[in-house]
């Protein structure tokens, strides 16, 4: 396999993995390294033996394929059409931006550049959702009629030094940063979605920041913080959707889908690994699948990387996140407006992985 070489911008909490995984997945090759905190981008560079370069100098580089994104929300559209009109491959964190305009304008320019767009979560393509997809492919709970996506937590300010994004408007509340888990792995394996309604609350106005340097300073809430939704898939399931930073404790499943032959409880999609369980019979473990241990974060991008060599799709592709960002962006002014909303864009379903990564 050739090698990809990788330029990655924003090198804060979740550059780590991508770092680490970067350098153990086939067919990649870390080149340079940038961030506005010089700092932040020096720890990293010394750390992987790469250059810590402006963000200019890194898209200047002519032997760099694919810019990774990880900065905030705010910053992927500005810095994902720095990356595209530099000449480069843009793979980024969800979501793909922090408004559907946005994220339109940047698969334009893609597809005006014959560049391509690859964007997390790419959980899906993990041991347990592989699991759940071949089961549901395979028969096993027959045709999908209906299910739930349930994320409900206390808030990220509970954990995260610098959790202003996730409050902050546009781009922040739960929808926007775990949505994407919930609504790409139900795309994974419902297809895409055709209309929403939902009902939305913001039941504190500040948030207190528990850990980090900033410990104790708050945070001003500028979204929605308790949403609850109603999908329709263009399959016929109906699934609810509920997604929190307001609950301390629930006892829900992450994913459960309802066949007309039987259910099945699928792993927590911000996950690479767990069981997939039946309403009868034995449940599949995720271990006994490629990437179903551990965490994979950085294997869409492997896939990209492939993908462009052998002239074939990828999977955690930007249609998919534009699909999957506009179901977002429909929920929220469905709850708004008081009224279901269509959903216009299409996506197919993606590829289920083969064992060429592994
Ligand atoms: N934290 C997590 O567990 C996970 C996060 N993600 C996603 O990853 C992304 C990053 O999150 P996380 O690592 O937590 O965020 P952090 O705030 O920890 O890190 C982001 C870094 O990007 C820098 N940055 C912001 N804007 C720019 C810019 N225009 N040019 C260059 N650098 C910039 C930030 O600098 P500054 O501090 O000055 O803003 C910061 O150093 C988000 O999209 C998030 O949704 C995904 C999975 C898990
Ligand atoms: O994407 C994410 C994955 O999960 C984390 C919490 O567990 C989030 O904070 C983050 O933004």
Redesign the pocket.
Known sequence: MSETSIGI???????GIYLRNIARLPGLALRAV????PA?AEAAATEHHVPALS?EALLARDDIDIVVN???????S??GRQVLEAGKHLY????LAATLGEAQELAHLADARGLRIGC??DTFLGGGHQAARAALDGGRIGRPIGGTATMMVAG?ERW???PD?YYSAPGGGPLM?MGPYYLTALVHLLGPVREVASLSSRPRTVRRIAAGDRAGETVPVETDTHILGLLAFEGGALVQLAMSFDVQAHWHSPIEIYGTEGSMRVPDPNRFDGEVEFGDGAPLAAADRAHGADNW?GIGLADMAAAIGDDRPHRASGALALHVLETIDALQRAADAKRTITITSDCERPQPMTEELA
Do not use: M, W
């Open positions: 911008i924003g090198c804060g909490v979740i550059s940038a961030d506005q905190r932040a963000v990880l900065t905030v929300p705010a910053a992927h500005p810095v980024l964190e969800k979501p997390a979560p990220h995260h030094p610098n994004f940063d974060r």
